[in-house]
């Protein structure tokens, strides 16, 4: 059975953390002063670990979806220009807010955001979501033009107008890195 190599990096942190990179690299970040037998030890200690979660980490990456190219980005970035502002324009009345400018990304990390000056943000990679799950970031977005967190108050606001978003939060949260991991 292949092992992983791992690539060991002194830094200025106070705790140990081992990482698996999407391109199956593992790094291990220690602190400055951590000996070569302490690394050998937590290596061994934490062998089971790592290898299981190496051998998942090859799994998906064999399983994924190729990358997208450049002309498919932009094809995502039109569509959920057209879908999502129609969507904000339905949403908007119903959570009771207006808003500014939409503008369409490519993130690595975010669904969505909202300014304090009211323009949403949107990722296009909401085009290969459910409907419902964008309809959720959409509605979330907007949301947070009545409150600039997430309170109780702001989730309450989101319950009103979609009272099953937890089912769509949860399915960005089950689904979303391997749509992410297409930006490569």
Same mark, same amino acid.
Request: some cysteine; hydrophobic content about 40%.
């Given at each position: 059975?292949?092992?992983?190599?791992? /690539? *060991?990096?002194?830094?200025?942190?106070?705790?140990?953390?081992?990482? $698996?990179?999407?391109?199956?690299?593992?790094?291990?970040?220690?602190?400055? @002063? /951590?000996?070569?037998?302490? $690394?050998?030890?937590? =290596?061994?200690?934490?062998?089971?670990? &790592?290898?299981?979660?190496?051998? &998942?980490?090859?799994?998906?990456?064999?399983?994924?979806?190729?990358?997208?190219?450049?002309?498919?980005?932009?094809? =995502? /970035?039109?569509?959920?220009?057209? *879908?999502?502002? %129609?969507?904000?324009?339905?949403? %908007?009345?119903?959570? @009771?807010?207006?808003?500014?400018? $939409? /503008? $369409?990304?490519?993130? *690595?990390?975010?669904? @969505?955001?909202?300014?304090?000056?009211?323009?949403?943000?949107?990722?296009?990679?909401?085009?290969?979501?459910?409907?419902?799950?964008?309809?959720?970031?959409?509605?979330?977005?907007?949301?947070?033009?009545?409150?600039?967190?997430?309170?109780?108050?702001?989730?309450?606001?989101?319950?009103?107008?979609?009272?099953?978003? %937890?089912?769509?939060?949860?399915? &960005?949260?089950?689904?979303?890195?391997? =749509?992410? @991991?297409? =930006?490569?």
């Amino acid at each position: 059975m292949e092992q992983p190599n791992v /690539t *060991v990096i002194p830094s200025r942190r106070k705790t140990i953390s081992i990482a $698996i990179e999407r391109d199956l690299r593992v790094v291990m970040r220690v602190p400055l @002063g /951590t000996t070569q037998a302490e $690394i050998r030890n937590i =290596l061994e200690e934490k062998r089971s670990w &790592l290898q299981y979660h190496w051998e &998942l980490a090859q799994q998906r990456q064999k399983n994924a979806a190729p990358p997208l190219t450049e002309a498919e980005l932009r094809a =995502l /970035t039109e569509e959920a220009k057209r *879908v999502l502002s %129609a969507r904000a324009a339905y949403f %908007a009345p119903l959570v @009771g807010v207006t808003y500014g400018r $939409i /503008t $369409i990304r490519h993130q *690595v990390s975010r669904w @969505g955001s909202c300014s304090t000056k009211g323009n949403l943000n949107f990722n296009c990679l909401l085009m290969l979501c459910p409907a419902e799950a964008a309809d959720y970031v959409v509605v979330h977005e907007l949301c947070h033009r009545l409150e600039m967190n997430h309170s109780a108050e702001f989730w309450a606001h989101v319950a009103r107008v979609m009272p099953e978003y %937890a089912v769509h939060r949860r399915w &960005l949260r089950e689904h979303g890195a391997q =749509l992410i @991991g297409r =930006l490569r």
